[in-house]
């Protein structure tokens, strides 16, 4: 499938790039992404990957939009209060470029489900907000091999990893942070300085074209951190937990 006259103009900035080029957009314009949450990281996240013209892209999100979004939720506006999430970032993201395919599930997938969903999945971008769907994302892109670009923001802090489940007998989210029951962690409950999940978010986008054009550093292994108070960035590695119950075996 070749490029349209439009398309070579619409991505002519970085397909000058010799990262990208014509071969690269063509990956793109191939690829599906699944976006899961589609708040504070989502927004951003998905909006960079729809206009550098990733072909499909899934959002996932059974949430309706609140008032309380709209500091940080990007996509939306005050008209769209009391809508779908997804139904409104669809339409949002379709504006900006109506090239690609954008499909939207309302829902809260489970393991099984998201196991569904990957069975035709290049990447997942994890852009929820709690630690038990982190956890269910995890153990599904592992059994699925599916690449995951994982992230999350709170209060002034950020923090993401990439999971090259596609390619790696690599540690995985489990290693990092075990599952513990009730965690309450949220912007929710601890609040959330806008621009730190706009950052966290783009950097997913970043880190998810990297995957898709297979180019740039491997990161699988190393969690990035940012301090948004310093503006210090830094890349503390860890290994797999030999006794890992998702992917020790
Ligand atoms: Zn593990």
């Known amino acids: 499938m070749s490029l349209s006259r439009d398309e070579l103009i619409r991505y002519s900035r970085q397909i000058k790039l010799e990262q990208v080029g014509i071969q690269g957009q063509q990956r793109l314009t191939e690829a599906h992404v699944i976006v899961l949450g589609v708040g504070g990281l989502g927004c951003p996240a998905s909006s960079y990957l729809a206009s550098a013209g990733v072909g499909r892209i899934t959002l996932i999100d059974p949430d309706q939009i609140e008032l309380s979004n709209l500091q940080r939720q990007i996509l939306y506006s005050n008209d769209n209060i009391g809508q779908d999430k997804v139904s409104a970032a669809q339409q949002r993201l379709q504006q900006q470029n109506p090239e690609i395919e954008i499909t939207t599930l309302c829902e809260a997938p489970d393991e099984a489900r998201l196991i569904e969903l990957l069975a035709d999945a290049d990447l997942l971008l994890d852009c929820c907000d709690n630690f038990a769907t982190r956890h269910a994302v995890n153990r599904a892109c592992r059994r699925t091999q599916t690449a995951l670009v994982s992230a999350a923001g709170v209060r002034l802090e950020g923090q993401l990893a990439v999971f090259r489940f596609d390619r790696h007998r690599a540690p995985c989210y489990h ?33 998810a074209l990297k995957v898709l054009l297979e180019t740039g550093a491997d990161r699988h292994g190393k969690l990035l951190c940012f301090d948004a108070l310093s503006s210090q960035w830094r890349d503390l590695a860890f290994n797999a937990d030999p006794s890992c119950p998702v992917c020790s075996n």
């Open 175 to 207: 290693c990092l942070f075990p599952e513990v029951a009730g965690d309450t962690d949220t912007c929710a409950a601890a609040g959330i300085l806008a621009p730190v999940v706009g950052i966290l978010g783009a950097m997913q986008a970043l880190e």
